[in-house]
């Protein structure tokens, strides 16, 4: 066993400045751990859960930021969307009205042929009519050549024809009786005052004339209207034929007619009818289509 040594006088202890050194560094050691600490609660001055609520808003701001970028996506689009329904309802206003108008073009087309059709038929019966008087005048110049070549060679001075008394025949006509006259001669007939006191109405006596003129088949129309009318026919020697044709026209009317025979070429006088004599109203404009006749039911 090893021997302590003997300490001299002149060694020297350490021990004091161990003592102080740990201490030093245990005192470090402990403001270290408070700086550390004080540190700690200097940066993050919360608790764990104001920490969360923290992040909570930092998430729900972006999370807003984001929303309110979707929201100006939204505007934007619910605005081109208004846009396009404002078109789509133009567009439907435009279609509509040119629906309309195609429709209404139909019906203009369909009206435009009904006047040109009309305007046709009134320009045929013209046509008509226009030959008729055409063929009376030169059958009428014919007959006047014939005369005066009798009348030169028979060697008769012209002299003044007395006119033609024309006398109720019969028993007479029932009271109210409104009578009308239509003188029947070579090709013609001639309406005698029905609407005016100081006209006649002269017309051709051929069949295409008479189904086609305004103011005869007007003058039937009224007289068919009223059973007290009678139309009577004055037949000169020569106009047999233009009673029938105007007779056949007035019974396609319907209205009342008789024959009254007329002898010689005199003026007519009607003196003995004149509180008989009826009048009608003034026909239509020659452009105007005659009126029909009724359609009587087949039996």
């Not at 028993?171 to 001639?190: D, I, K, M, N, Y």
């Not at 020697?237 to 007035?250: L, M, P, S, V, Y």
């Not at 008989?276 to 020659?286: A, D, H, I, N």
């Amino acid at each position: 066993m090893a021997e302590r040594r003997s300490s001299s006088g002149n060694e020297v202890s350490l021990f004091p400045f161990l003592s102080i050194l740990a201490c030093l560094i245990g005192a470090l050691v402990l403001i270290i751990v408070v700086l550390v600490l004080a540190q700690a609660d200097k940066a993050g001055g919360r608790t764990r859960e104001e920490l969360q609520r923290a992040q909570e808003f930092v998430r729900l701001e972006r999370e807003l930021q984001q929303r309110v970028k979707d929201d100006a996506v939204v505007k934007k689009k619910l605005e081109e969307l208004l846009k396009l329904q404002k078109d789509l309802q133009e567009q439907q206003q435009r279609f509509l009205q040119f629906r309309k108008l195609v429709t209404s073009s139909k019906e203009v087309q369909r009206q435009n042929q009904q006047i040109a059709d009309d305007l046709k038929k009134q320009l045929d019966d013209l046509l008509l009519e226009i030959e008729g008087i055409i063929k009376q005048q030169a059958e009428t110049r014919a007959e006047v050549a014939k005369l005066m070549e009798e009348i030169k060679n028979r060697g008769i001075k012209s002299k003044e024809v007395p006119p033609v008394v024309v006398q109720p025949g019969g028993s007479g006509l029932p009271e109210g009786t409104r009578v009308f006259f239509v003188e029947c001669s070579s090709g013609a007939l001639r309406i005698l005052e029905a609407w005016d006191k100081q006209e006649s109405y002269r017309l051709a006596a051929n069949p295409s004339v008479v189904v086609a003129d305004v103011a005869y088949n007007h003058l039937l129309s009224q007289l068919a209207a009223d059973s007290k009318s009678l139309l009577l026919f004055l037949v000169r020697d020569d106009g047999q034929g233009a009673f029938i044709n105007g007779a056949g026209r007035a019974g396609e009317w319907g209205a009342r007619f008789g024959k009254l025979p007329i002898p010689g070429r005199g003026e007519l006088d009607l003196q003995y009818f004149a509180k008989l004599r009826g009048k009608v109203p003034p026909p239509p404009p020659p452009t105007s289509p005659p009126p029909a006749p009724p359609v009587k039911p087949s039996t």
